[in-house]
């Protein structure tokens, strides 16, 4: 195997040389760069990267923590955090949890013997407690609130389009509201938030009301049932694709007033009304954090784009 120590001498220059050409060091001679190369070439000589790696202390291989990708907001997310790894040349590993807390650790355990330079988290199993011994490893960003604690974080503006998007509701003339969530077990702060902006904005709200467990067109088949079994006359629902999948099992007639999220395409053809959070750019500026080791708390914008049944939006 050709090593660094044979393209030397066969090229006359110094280790160091060849390792600056290697490296790609500003400030070497042109024809010294030319020469050596083309030694390299002959002899199909591929420079060791993981040795290189460990010299420099980076792998430009960065994690990202999340739960499972074939869901839209995650979807998405994952497209911003790819789009800016590749534009800094930087790999990424995808680290699916499942929401398994003991996987989860593993994998923070991984980054502790230096597999990645930094941990993208799209959302956590664990405590965020559970993350904080491994800050000292390299940047920890997390694509949800943390108020309490000093780690960069990108988050969406939750509380604010909820709000606009139950009083639109509201104003609508809904009276019983429904609603649609993720996991039932250990719920997310976004859920509890979710849970007390409906019991504030409808006081006659009930747990009832919500249908847990739904991320997919399948388990909108189920939340239409439920909800047309308690009259529900409008919902707010966690994701465009379930939202369609709720209209879709309503007869015309009868269909609620419904809100989905993230402005999916279906929403502009079934002309329902949606909340574009921005996903994408969150995950682009999420991975920005970890390239800058930027401590910053960003709370994206949205908007709320209302539609009437004819599909326009007002």
């Known amino acids: 195997m050709t090593t660094i120590r044979d393209i030397a001498k066969l090229t006359g220059y110094s280790v160091s040389m060849i390792s600056r050409v290697i490296n790609d060091y500003p400030y070497v001679d042109e024809e010294k760069r030319q020469k050596i190369l083309g030694v390299m070439n002959e002899l199909n000589y591929v420079p060791n990267r993981m040795a290189q790696n460990l010299s420099y202390g980076k792998t430009r291989n960065v994690g990202i923590i999340i739960p499972f990708v074939n869901y839209p907001y995650f979807d998405q997310l994952l ?3 790819t789009q800016a790894a590749f534009a800094h040349s930087y790999k990424i590993t995808l680290l699916p949890t499942n929401f398994d807390q ?5 994998y923070l355990n991984e980054f502790a013997t230096k597999e990645f330079d ?3 988290v799209a959302t956590r199993a664990n405590p965020i407690e559970t993350f904080i011994p491994y800050f000292k490893y390299g940047p920890i960003i997390f694509c949800e609130e943390t108020p309490d604690i000093e780690v ?3 988050y969406i503006d939750l509380a604010g389009s909820l709000r606009e998007a ?3 509701l509201k104003v609508a003339g809904v009276k019983k509201l429904g609603i649609t969530l993720g ?3 250990g719920v997310s702060r976004n859920s509890r938030l979710t849970i007390q902006l409906c019991q504030e904005i409808f006081p006659n709200f009930t747990d009832d009301h919500i249908f847990w467990d739904c991320l997919t067109v399948a388990d909108g088949v189920e939340a239409a049932a439920h909800f047309k079994e308690r009259d529900i006359d409008g919902i707010l629902a966690n994701g465009d694709e379930v939202a369609a999948s709720i209209l879709r099992n309503y007869q015309q007639e009868t269909e609620p007033l419904i809100i989905g999220r993230e402005n999916l395409l279906v929403s502009d053809i079934m002309a329902f009304s949606t909340i574009d959070h921005h996903v994408i750019q969150c995950g682009e500026k999420a991975f920005q954090l970890f390239f800058d080791k930027r401590l910053d708390k960003v709370k994206m914008p949205y908007t709320f784009i209302k539609r009437n049944r004819h599909g326009q939006v007002e």
């Open 79 to 81: 497209s911003g955090m």
């Open 102 to 106: 003991e996987l989860e650790l593993a």
């Open 118 to 120: 930094g941990l993208l």
């Open 152 to 154: 960069g974080s990108v």
């Open 166 to 168: 139950l009083t639109s």
């Open 183 to 185: 996991r039932s077990k």
